[in-house]
């Protein structure tokens, strides 16, 4: 396999747990985009210099860090996050097949406020949780890919469950 | 099974309603929090609370990488005549890129080698025709002819040479030959 298909093989297997994984991270996905073309052209870079079958974890390892990167750097200039995720919405609204619009309001509203009790969650527990349970990966891996101990990793899913139903809660008495 | 301080939600308890909500609890522990869950309404509405946000959670659409992205980092790197990607490439990287997609390929694959062997062996046997048949049952009968007739000729050498000629005459005039020396020496 030349270097060309290589890229293109990983670029269509890992683009959207890049992607997915910088937009809960940062939070809005103008600074998603950014970072995702980032690790895109430093996979390019590093092609021949990573094992192919190691590839998800350093893909992920990269994203990771500059995640962290942009994050520093934005810490004291002015958020760009919008919180209102117009074009999930509209994901959700034209997939989900429930008649009742009530319902599928419902549901729609539902789905934000986890997108967003997700985002308000700390940086460590975050990353773990989407990584975890957005994007299937294992704690091994997820281990590797933060370079946290195996016991770090199921601590900080569970902290993160815990907060996430805690922002919910928080949610439903604002409601 | 009794759960220690009759199911009280400490924080052990809760990790457990908390795994067992997101599917993700051994089968002792799934138990332990169903047992409680039946005893205890307030298990109960957290362990429904608890897989209320992990549904939601595990229904959230991952978030799609936009085309312009790949496209223009593509772009910087990939010659033009290379960019647009082949079907085979297309196929490989659908199988490849979705562990499940490329277990049940496999799986598929097996199944179909499988049952062809089956049918193929099932379809051998049934093929033969009555007239193969009957030409096998001849077949069968004169090779069994020719062993009767080896097995007769084996009978008539042992009974008719060998015992006679080669045993029982050398023995009989082994024992003549031992009489004439005792007559003599009377």
């Given at each position: 396999?030349?270097?060309?298909?290589?890229?293109?093989?990983?670029?269509?297997?890992?683009?959207?747990m890049i992607y997915n994984y910088s937009f809960y991270m940062l939070k809005n996905k103008m600074d998603a985009d950014d970072v995702a073309q980032e690790v895109l052209i430093r996979i390019w870079q590093n092609l021949g210099k990573f094992n192919m079958l190691a590839a998800k974890a350093w893909i992920m390892r990269v994203t990771h860090n500059l995640c962290l990167d942009y994050l520093?750097?934005?810490?004291?200039?002015?958020?760009?996050?919008?919180?209102?995720d117009e074009e999930a919405e509209e994901f959700i609204s034209d997939n989900v097949e429930i008649n009742n619009p009530a319902i599928k309001t419902h549901v729609v509203m539902l789905t934000s406020k986890v997108k967003e009790a997700i985002k308000e969650l700390p940086e460590n527990l975050r990353s773990v949780f989407v990584m975890y349970q957005m994007?299937?990966?294992?704690?091994?891996?997820?281990?590797?890919?933060?370079?946290?101990?195996?016991?770090?990793?199921?601590?900080?899913?569970?902290?993160?469950?815990?907060?996430?139903?805690?922002g919910l809660r928080h949610y439903e008495t604002q409601e | 099974m009794k759960h220690k301080n009759n199911y009280i939600v400490d924080a052990e308890m809760l990790n457990k309603?908390?795994?067992?909500?997101y599917d993700d609890a051994s089968l002792k522990e799934r138990y332990i929090v169903y047992k409680a869950s039946k005893k205890r309404a307030e298990i109960k509405a957290l362990l429904e609370e608890y897989r209320s946000t992990a549904r939601s959670v595990?229904?959230?659409p991952l978030e799609e990488c936009?085309?312009?992205?790949?496209?223009?980092?593509?772009?910087?790197?990939?010659?033009?005549?290379?960019?647009?990607?082949s079907f085979l490439f297309d196929v490989y990287s659908t199988f490849f890129s979705r562990p499940l997609l490329s277990a049940v390929a496999a799986t598929m694959i097996i199944i179909a080698m499988l049952t062809s062997i089956l049918f193929y062996e099932r379809n051998h046997q049934t093929t033969y025709s009555m007239e193969e048949i009957e030409r096998a049952n001849d077949q069968v009968k004169y090779?069994?002819?020719?062993v009767k007739d080896a097995f007769n000729k084996s009978n008539n050498i042992l009974t008719e040479d060998i015992l006679t000629n080669k045993i029982a005459k050398p023995i009989g005039e082994g024992i003549k030959y031992v009489n004439t020396l005792l007559m003599e020496e009377n």
């Amino acid at each position: 396999m030349n270097n060309t298909a290589k890229y293109k093989f990983l670029i269509q297997q890992h683009k959207t747990m890049i992607y997915n994984y910088s937009f809960y991270m940062l939070k809005n996905k103008m600074d998603a985009d950014d970072v995702a073309q980032e690790v895109l052209i430093r996979i390019w870079q590093n092609l021949g210099k990573f094992n192919m079958l190691a590839a998800k974890a350093w893909i992920m390892r990269v994203t990771h860090n500059l995640c962290l990167d942009y994050l520093r750097k934005k810490k004291n200039e002015l958020s760009r996050s919008y919180f209102i995720d117009e074009e999930a919405e509209e994901f959700i609204s034209d997939n989900v097949e429930i008649n009742n619009p009530a319902i599928k309001t419902h549901v729609v509203m539902l789905t934000s406020k986890v997108k967003e009790a997700i985002k308000e969650l700390p940086e460590n527990l975050r990353s773990v949780f989407v990584m975890y349970q957005m994007q299937g990966m294992k704690y091994k891996e997820i281990s590797k890919t933060l370079d946290l101990p195996l016991g770090t990793v199921k601590v900080n899913l569970l902290r993160a469950r815990k907060k996430l139903q805690e922002g919910l809660r928080h949610y439903e008495t604002q409601e | 099974m009794k759960h220690k301080n009759n199911y009280i939600v400490d924080a052990e308890m809760l990790n457990k309603i908390i795994s067992a909500a997101y599917d993700d609890a051994s089968l002792k522990e799934r138990y332990i929090v169903y047992k409680a869950s039946k005893k205890r309404a307030e298990i109960k509405a957290l362990l429904e609370e608890y897989r209320s946000t992990a549904r939601s959670v595990n229904a959230l659409p991952l978030e799609e990488c936009p085309n312009e992205i790949t496209d223009s980092a593509s772009n910087k790197f990939i010659p033009k005549e290379k960019r647009n990607a082949s079907f085979l490439f297309d196929v490989y990287s659908t199988f490849f890129s979705r562990p499940l997609l490329s277990a049940v390929a496999a799986t598929m694959i097996i199944i179909a080698m499988l049952t062809s062997i089956l049918f193929y062996e099932r379809n051998h046997q049934t093929t033969y025709s009555m007239e193969e048949i009957e030409r096998a049952n001849d077949q069968v009968k004169y090779a069994l002819t020719i062993v009767k007739d080896a097995f007769n000729k084996s009978n008539n050498i042992l009974t008719e040479d060998i015992l006679t000629n080669k045993i029982a005459k050398p023995i009989g005039e082994g024992i003549k030959y031992v009489n004439t020396l005792l007559m003599e020496e009377n």
